[in-house]
Structures are given as C-alpha cells and as structure tokens.
C-alpha cells in the first residue's frame, strides 16, 4: 500500500505542472522590486515607551510612530506583495523634527523611533521575508540646532546663509539654505569624508540595502561621485536613489554617470497624476515619458510622496471614487517600466494635501477592496519577469485606451487599461501580436481566442485586464489522461483499504 501511495502522489504531482515552464529570472534586480515608502512617525506606533512629548492632534510635532511599529507590520506590507520598504530617516533630530531631515546626530537613532539594535532587528526581519531596506540618508543640509553650527572650527563646513532665488541656478540650488537650514559645503574634504564614512557605518552596522538621497539635487554631482564609488565598494549592488526637490526636471544621465542608480521623477509623476485622476484623459503625455532605456527601468515611478499633495486629493477633487481611480492608475504604474514607489496609505486611499497635511497617521482599519487589488498587482508583478524587464510597446492609444505589451525571452504580456466611462473593444493584429494562440487575463480572469489572427479584447469602463499570451488551451489529453489515472488509482486505494478491514474482522 505504502508503493501505491508514492505513486499516487508521484503522478498528482506531475499532473499540477504547467504544460509550458514559466520564464524565470536569472538573479533578482532592483528593476524587479516594488518599494513601499514609509514616514516612520507616522505609520505605526510599536512602542509606547518612547512617546516622548508626543501628540498625535499636532502634525508638526512627533506623533508615535517608530521602529518597532514597522517590524510589526511587515508581515501586513510583504502580504501586499512589497518586496522592499523605504523609509524616512531615523537619526537624532532637532525638536519636532518627526520628518528627520532635522539632524543633530548622524550617528544615533532618534530617540522617538527606537534604538539601533531595534533598527538592527528590524533590517534583520525584512532579510527573512527576502525583503530589501532603503534608508534615506540626508547630506544636504542639518539642523539649526546641530553642535557644528556654533562650533568656529566647522565654520567652513557650511555655505554662507543665503536663500534660494533662482532655482534654475545650479551654484543657487546647491549652495543655498533650504527652509533656513544650514547648507552643507561638500566641497570641504572633512565634510564630504564625515557623510561617507558615516554612510558606510550604517552600511555596515544595519546591512540595509540602500539609501534614499533627499534634495539630491543640492548636492554637487560631484560629491556623489565620490560618495557613490566608496560606498560600493564593499557592496557593489548597493542602491542609491536620488529623491530631488520637488518639481524639478535633471539630467537623469548626469546623475547616474555618478553613481546614482535610480531617480525619482517628478515630470513623469506630474503626468500620471493629471492621466488618472479623471475618466477621459488622455495617455499621450504619460506613454510618451516611458521609455525602455535600461534608466527607465531603474527610476523610481510614483503617484505621491512625502513631499507632494497626496494623489487621493486630485481624485477628490475631480469628484470621482478613489478606490476605482486609484486601481487603474496602479495597474499603470505597476506594468510600466521602472521601480514603483507606493507611498504609505495608498492601500486605504488616505487623502492629504500640502505638508504636514500628507504626512497623516496611518490608519489600519479600512476596506479591503483596495488592498486585495494591490495584492494581486503584486502578486502578478512579482511572477511575470515580462512586467519588470521586458522591452514596452504601446499597440493602441486612444482617448484614454490604452493596449501595451511587455516582452522578456518569449514571455509576452499584454496590459489593457480602460480609463474611460463606457466599455472599449480593441482589436490587436497578427502584425501586433502573433497569432493562433490566446489571452489568458490573470487579473480578471478573461480570456479572449485567437480569430483569424486577431484578437478583440472587450474591456468594460474604469477597468483593467493584464493578459498573458499562451497556446490555445483546447483540451489538454496529457492532463486529462493523468487526471483518469489519478482517480482510478483513489478507486484501487479505496478497494485496498476496504479488503484488508473485511479480513481484519
């Protein structure tokens, strides 16, 4: 009987494999991350005991949330399918600084957040689940209340005060003060190695995985070419993202012949915003900012952040549900080139305008509806290599329907995004898309055939269908023949069973 049963369960398992492999990837890249950005003060208090003068009626102040917070809901981000977090910084700030861009200390954790060893466990924790940490590492600029400001001997660390008049400026832009803060001047040798040898005792002490660069544009590049050479030395897939100052347009080319491996866009964002707040709207402006060059793939793609009116505003203000907004213009970000980059409390819509109005608490009571769709994007995007390295091609464009696809070694994706009031059909020719075979959606469960080498695709309004282009199912003998197997051999088991408890009695 013991025979039988291996056999039994031989044959279920050969039967469960596809008939066609999936393709796979060969090692895991930063273009195949999702990030979920996270404002430590914000998200989730973990540990009452280092409410320290907070007031969670007060945005401008500290409002709880910390360290330990975050390593109790990764199991709540990874289940999303988030293979990375991104967070504020952590180090000692000035009073009220909840944001950290405030700091005092580069080298000690804030005491509101928690302690090293808790930043430690928490790095520690995402490694287990196979997720990546991103640490924002400030070098623009400190606090007012830093001990160098008033140190004579560090007078030379700083740029002389001035503001910021011109922002088209480049020696304006990276020697001004920003809101008053003192400017670093990384031209001075001590200052530049003081940044990067404390960027590397991060590196080594916690093991993150990258450093966000808020205001990366305040900073000589070349300062980060030096920063970025040293820095990966050690560790040569270390990820450095710039984050610039909001509503700014760079060289991306600039930045990453030093060093920078990704950029967050403000343009592209500025685009996908104004695309997707409202049915009707059309694409032309967001599919002509995609590109499919290798920087297109590395830069960070976004809705909001911590610097920019939360998105879920837009849609308000254009009276439309933002659930269903929010879907759409996800599937979008989700299947396009590039790194998306989910600011924390997209999943429940959270709304917000200017700072610190976009900075709220974030609340995990709320409708599932958003989250589940969130889940199966990333469950999609993290199984079809085609949606974060294949090469994009946009087959159909029109008054807010749009039809593209993804190619990576023979693995074709289609994605068809309705962001229209009324249902749309599209019909892809052999000259677009092969023929002869059929559209498997895997977020709606579509399925559209192969006629006479084309293929109509019926989307209904404000919807969106991810499809994968495979052979025509029909009727799989093969499968079919094993599954007869299978239940003749539970038949023979049964029989077996029944035989020997007769005999037995």
């Given at each position: 009987?013991?025979?039988?049963?291996?056999?039994?369960?031989?044959?279920?398992?050969?039967?469960?494999?596809?008939?066609?492999?999936?393709?796979?990837?060969?090692?895991?890249?930063?273009?195949?991350?999702?990030?979920?950005?996270i404002m430590v003060d914000r998200f989730n208090d973990g540990d009452t005991s280092n409410d320290i003068d907070t007031n969670t009626k007060d945005s401008l102040t500290f409002n709880g949330g910390d360290i330990q917070g975050i390593i109790d809901k990764l199991d709540y981000i990874q289940d999303m399918g988030f293979t990375a977090i991104r967070l504020t910084p952590i180090f000692a700030n000035a009073k009220n600084g909840y944001h950290g861009y405030w700091v005092n200390d580069f080298y000690k954790v804030d005491e509101h957040f928690g302690t090293l060893e808790t930043f430690q466990k928490l790095v520690k924790e995402a490694h287990q689940r196979k997720m990546k940490v991103i640490l924002d590492f400030v070098t623009n600029n400190v606090a007012a209340t830093n001990p160098w400001v008033k140190d004579p001997s560090k007078s030379n660390w700083f740029h002389p005060k001035q503001g910021i008049a011109d922002w088209n400026n480049r020696e304006q832009i990276e020697n001004g003060w920003v809101n008053g803060l003192p400017d670093l001047n990384q031209d001075n040798p001590e200052v530049k190695k003081y940044l990067i040898d404390a960027a590397k005792w991060w590196m080594k002490k916690t093991e993150v995985d990258g450093f966000g660069l808020p205001e990366v544009n305040h900073v000589p590049l070349s300062f980060w070419k030096d920063f970025s050479r040293d820095v990966?030395?050690?560790?040569?897939?270390?990820?450095l993202q710039g984050i610039p100052a909001e509503n700014t347009s760079l060289d991306l080319n600039k930045f990453q012949s030093a060093g920078i491996d990704s950029l967050f866009d403000y343009n592209q964002s500025e685009s996908l915003r104004k695309a997707f707040a409202n049915t009707n709207q059309s694409l032309h402006s967001v599919s002509s900012n995609t590109e499919n060059g290798q920087s297109a793939f590395q830069n960070g793609t976004f809705f909001d952040n911590e610097y920019t009116v939360r998105f879920t505003?837009?849609?308000?203000?254009?009276?439309?549900?933002?659930?269903?907004?929010?879907?759409?213009?996800?599937?979008?970000?989700?299947?396009?080139?590039?790194?998306?980059?989910?600011?924390?409390?997209?999943?429940?819509?959270?709304?917000?305008?200017?700072?610190?109005?976009?900075?709220?608490?974030?609340?995990?009571?709320?409708?599932?509806?958003?989250?589940?769709?969130i889940t199966k994007l990333g469950e999609l995007r993290n199984t079809l290599p085609s949606l974060t390295r294949g090469a994009m091609e946009m087959l159909y464009n029109q008054d807010g329907m749009s039809v593209y696809k993804r190619v990576y070694q023979g693995e074709t994706s289609i994605i068809a995004i309705n962001n229209t009031r009324k249902s749309q059909k599209v019909t892809l020719t052999k000259n677009q898309l092969e023929g002869g075979k059929e559209l498997r959606g895997l977020l709606g469960g579509d399925l559209v055939r192969s006629h006479d080498n084309q293929y109509n695709l019926i989307i209904d309004r404000d919807e969106s269908e991810i499809y994968v282009l495979t052979k025509k199912s029909g009727l799989n003998i093969p499968h079919i023949s094993s599954l007869i197997v299978v239940y003749l051999l539970v038949f023979l088991f049964l029989i077996l069973i029944l035989k020997r408890r007769r005999r037995a009695n």
């Open positions: 009987m013991k025979r039988i049963t291996l056999i039994l369960i031989a044959i279920l398992l050969f039967s469960s494999i596809p008939v066609s492999a999936k393709v796979q990837k060969e090692k895991r890249l930063w273009q195949d991350e999702t990030v979920y950005s990966k030395k050690d560790k040569k897939d270390f990820f505003s837009d849609i308000v203000d254009q009276r439309q549900f933002p659930g269903s907004r929010w879907k759409t213009a996800l599937t979008y970000l989700y299947t396009t080139p590039g790194i998306p980059d989910v600011y924390y409390g997209t999943e429940i819509a959270l709304n917000g305008g200017e700072i610190p109005d976009n900075r709220r608490q974030m609340s995990f009571r709320a409708e599932k509806e958003l989250i589940d769709y």
